[in-house]
């Protein structure tokens, strides 16, 4: 199924919308520097990948919005069918390492399982006040996140 288009507010339709990298990047990446962060948004990816974490991911944040030059790319690593050797590598990632992968790699990096507290794929369809009224939408309007199975 092709990702929906942008509502009226410039948003995906709330929900998650399963898609591959490929069709994540030809929707996206319209401009010079979308096609940036999302080839450092791939290094990313790589980076997990050698390390033993290839667990699906959730994108989100501006970068899946009509928003030109989103500042970085949010990625939700789903970790609900993962290992525990993924789900440990994950977490020490999280917890250690995330200023350096927003550095290095324009990534905003959180992590999602199922047995968490918090759901991180529910906040995340949140839009933010500010955000909302720059789109003309009320708050209670939810926002889309892609679904991608690495």
Known sequence: MPIPDFTDHGLLPAGYHPCTLDEAQSRFCWNDHR??????????VEYCSSLGLEAPIFVDGSFVTNKPYPRDIDIVADLTH????EIGLA??????QQQFIKDRYRVDFWVFH???SKDLTQFFQY?????????GCGPDIRKGLLSIAL
């Open 91 to 96: 977490l020490q990632l999280h917890f250690t």
């Open 82 to 85: 993962a290992t525990n050797e």
């Open 127 to 135: 839009i933010r006040e500010e955000d909302a009224q720059a789109r």
């Open 114 to 116: 199922p047995m968490a």
């Open 35 to 44: 096609e940036a962060l999302w080839t450092q948004s791939l290094e990313f």
